[in-house]
């Protein structure tokens, strides 16, 4: 494995003014290739070959730092807590803390300006891009000063580590995921290249959720609706069956214990071969299918002019439940001082031939 770093562009923090978006080329021996960026803390590019050899980018990307401060979430590591929180109200030990609102009248993905909005601190260590950065106690409403930390590793075999770590000075929600929205068919390839894959998902459960996407609380089993991907099925089979055909759900993930790299997904590519198998430490996952991207042409233009539109690609976001913190039979949503808060995930890509 090798790593290079370049400077991928400029970034003007409203804060402190311009500050340089760092950028990191992770290669190995199996060909996949990945860049991050110090601008969240995300992931920029993934090469992948297909089964004749042929690399493309399999994830949405820009050619510079303006498309990621456009479009949010592309790639990005999300925190301080990744997902919808109901009104953005979280009560813990009796004090009710109001976050920012930032999606319908709830709390998305960390608020107006979550971690993916940031540049983060970085460095190469032991043979992997190691980011940082300090949220501070009342950062979009949250308690506590948060230290938080995401490292990439890319072995060999063409398994993407992600590592996300945090300590908190005072009780606080922290739930971290990645981002990435893929298309195995390639970056530009659309809702034809999506609904070409074949998805198969480790759960036997999902949350239900209401009209605003905040789970009713119920653990829902999976079977005999859309949600049923135990099997593998194409996205274009399945979505139409789904309700308003697409998902921005979370699966309940059939898991042996929190805190240990389990299966989450799979997801296949049969023309191209290409294989994006999920792991993660973590008891859920989100699958997105892209349903909030325009459908016009032109109004999302990425990587070398493409136009990415809508359900033309998917994000497979491990990560506890959503709104957990005010959900009682979801699991453990609060860390404390001496608590530290870690998710392992794992991106492992593959051909098959």
Same mark, same amino acid.
């Given at each position: ?62 050619? =510079? ?71 501070? =106690? ?6 506590? =000063? ?74 829902? @089993? ?19 069956? /789904? @309700? ?20 989450? /997904? ?56 959503? =709104?957990?913190?005010?959900? @009682?039979?979801? @699991? ?22």
């Amino acid at each position: 494995m090798g790593i290079t770093e370049d400077i991928f562009g400029t970034f003007c923090d409203p804060d402190i003014g311009e500050k340089e978006v760092k950028r990191y080329t992770l290669t190995c021996k199996s060909g996949i290739e990945v860049q991050v960026i110090s601008y969240g803390a995300g992931v920029s590019a993934v090469l992948v070959p297909d089964k004749l050899g042929n690399k493309e980018h399999v994830t949405l990307g820009f050619d =510079d730092i303006k498309g990621y401060e456009k479009f949010g979430y592309q790639g990005s590591s999300v925190g301080r807590r990744a997902n919808r929180i109901c009104k953005g109200k979280i009560t813990i030990d009796g004090q009710t803390y109001q976050l920012n609102i930032n999606n319908n009248d709830n709390h998305l993905h960390g608020g107006k300006r979550g971690w993916d909005k940031y540049i983060w601190e970085s460095c190469i260590t032991d043979g992997s891009v190691v980011f940082s950065r300090l949220s501070p =106690d009342g950062e979009e409403g949250y308690p506590g =000063d948060v230290l938080a930390q995401v490292k990439y590793s890319l072995d060999d075999d063409g398994s993407l580590h992600i590592d996300f770590e945090a300590m908190t000075t005072k009780a606080t929600p922290i739930c971290m995921t990645n981002h990435c929205f893929f298309n195995l068919a390639g970056h530009c390839c659309g809702q034809k290249g999506l609904f070409e894959h074949v998805v198969k998902v480790n759960a036997d459960r999902f949350t239900p959720v209401s009209k605003d996407l905040i789970p009713t609380g119920e653990l829902a @089993p999976v079977g005999g609706t859309a949600y049923d991907l135990r099997s593998p099925i194409t996205f274009g089979e399945v979505l139409p069956k /789904a @309700p308003g055909q697409g998902f921005d759900h979370n699966f309940c993930l059939h898991q042996v214990r929190r805190g240990e790299l389990g299966f989450a /997904a799979r997801f296949h590519h049969p023309p191209t071969g290409r294989v994006l198998e999920v792991y993660t430490s973590e008891p859920g996952v989100q699958i997105y299918t892209g349903n909030f991207i325009p459908k016009e042409k032109g109004k999302m233009v990425g990587r070398n002019g493409s136009s990415y539109t809508y359900q033309a690609s998917f994000c497979c976001e491990p990560q506890n439940f959503p =709104d957990a913190v005010n959900q @009682p039979n979801f @699991p453990l949503d609060i860390y404390r001082p001496g608590q530290p808060y870690k998710h392992s995930m794992m991106y492992k890509f593959s051909v098959e031939k």
